[in-house]
């Protein structure tokens, strides 16, 4: 069974730093595509960033381009998202996602 589990979440004031994980298990790591969505409260998911297998190849949304990025260790089966100059805008749950499964989220917050 695939899983996925994020951690690294947690309240920061603006123009901070999180890293965020995403453990993986039940499946071949280094086989998949991978991403990080984030959800606002009342709304859908909204893409954010993404990973190819290999770990060569990432998109970002505007919104976090140059302020965000990700990376894979096909080692550790592990991803993460380095969040760095974090905004207030930056607050919701974030997700991991691969081959359509989805962790359980982890919350960010940005406030002062």
């Known amino acids: 069974e695939m899983q996925l589990v994020e951690s690294g979440g947690g309240s920061v004031q603006p123009g901070g730093s999180l890293r965020l994980s995403c453990a993986c298990s039940?499946?071949?790591?280094?086989?998949?595509?991978l991403a990080w969505v984030r959800q606002y409260p009342g709304k859908g998911p909204d893409w954010i960033s993404y990973?190819?297998?290999?770990?060569?190849?990432?998109t970002y949304a505007d919104s976090v381009k140059g302020r965000f990025a990700i990376t894979k260790d096909n080692v550790r089966n592990t991803m993460y998202l380095q969040m760095n100059d974090l905004k207030p805008e930056d607050t919701a749950v974030y997700y991991c996602?691969?081959?359509?499964?989805w962790g359980q989220g982890t919350q960010v917050t940005v406030s002062p």
């Open positions: 996602n691969a081959n359509g499964v």
């Open positions: 039940g499946f071949t790591f280094g086989d998949y595509d």
């Open positions: 990973i190819n297998s290999v770990g060569d190849s990432t």
